[in-house]
């Protein structure tokens, strides 16, 4: 277990941004609290909204990182670590990440929508979708970080830290949110970025844009250096092995876990469905897609020691699972 651990935290290490990076800190217990950035509205099928955050309560509050709407049915788009959630002609949407993110742990997370499904990702990885189609519904609110414009006497403040905040009208791909989660180079040239918040002694919008410069609201805002982040990202998270499903219309199971190399999934429904494994490394690396035909597969795994990312997916759909590697 001791090589193991030290695997990962040389293999993160490889993927660092430096130490001392500025966020947006919301502290613990303080209501009201919030970065106001203007009516930005995103119209059309495209959007991605992405975020550093490290959160430091686990008791279940709503925790808006990003958030453009006051009730399911005006939201034009918000981020949370829990979920992804928007409005379309179709209807309202929220996707669950089914990975449940640790306290004073610092991730990448991403939210997307193509005009064909809505996806969630950690760490640059996909680790759900689901179908869905319709324009963006449009309202008049006013985006907020890290907490509702207009709460009603809602809870729905973030606790903890922010950072890297950015707002697409593009839905970008796995490969894009891998490849720049902790720094985008030239924002100003950006294609269909809309507003980036790096929150470096200012709230700033670094994509160039003034009109949507960030307003600190509340009386404990403040901008600060993040204690609890180590320069990448965690490799921990806070879901039992083997339990990363959020819907019981989709179940899967893989053993031995951990695993040696070789291991087995057992999909009950495979008959009906055409089904693809992805297994991917932790900072969106993929490094094995196979096609799954039988209820159980055996799946010849040969990489180092390590906690992988294992989605199934459909046309429709993909659920994920951590598969973790390790010979002794």
Not at 249 to 277: Q, V
Request: charged share 15%; hydrophobic share 35%; net charge negative.
């Amino acid at each position: 277990m001791k090589n193991l651990l030290l695997i990962i935290s040389l293999f993160i290490a490889s993927y660092t941004l430096s130490f001392g990076q500025q966020s947006l800190y919301l502290p613990v217990g303080i209501m009201d609290n919030r970065v106001d950035i203007g009516d930005l509205d995103i119209a059309g099928e495209f959007i991605t909204v992405e975020a550093i955050i490290t959160e430091q309560t686990s008791t279940g509050n709503i925790n808006n990182i990003v958030c453009k709407h006051i009730s399911p049915y005006d939201a034009n788009y918000t981020l949370r670590s829990s979920e992804f959630l928007l409005r379309t002609t179709a209807g309202f949407i929220s996707l669950p990440n089914p990975i449940v993110l640790c306290a004073d742990s610092t991730y990448h997370v991403a939210g997307t929508y193509d005009g064909d499904s809505l996806k969630y990702y950690v760490n640059g990885v996909e680790v759900a979708s689901v179908h869905w189609t319709g324009d963006l519904f449009l309202n008049n609110n006013i985006t907020s970080i890290g907490d509702m414009w207009y709460n009603g006497g809602l809870n729905e403040q973030y606790y903890g830290y922010i950072d890297e905040v950015r707002i697409w009208n593009v839905a970008r791909t796995e490969t894009e949110i891998a490849s720049n989660m902790y720094n985008l180079p030239n924002p100003t040239t950006q294609s269909g970025l809309l507003a980036y918040y790096q929150f470096n002694g200012n709230y700033n919008n670094v994509q160039g844009n003034s009109a949507w410069d960030g307003t600190p609201i509340g009386t404990e805002i403040s901008i600060a250096s993040n204690p609890l982040f180590n320069g990448s990202v965690s490799s921990n998270f806070c879901n039992p092995i083997g339990i990363f499903e959020y819907s019981n219309s989709f179940e899967f199971s893989i053993y031995p876990n951990p695993t040696k190399g070789n291991f087995t999934i057992d999909i009950p429904r495979i008959s009906s469905e055409d089904f693809t494994l992805t297994i991917s490394n932790l900072v969106g690396q993929k490094l094995q897609v196979d096609k799954l035909t039988d209820e159980k597969s055996i799946i010849n795994f040969k990489q180092p020691d390590g906690i992988y990312f294992l989605t199934i997916s459909t046309a429709k759909e993909s659920y994920s699972k951590i598969i973790i590697v390790q010979q002794d």
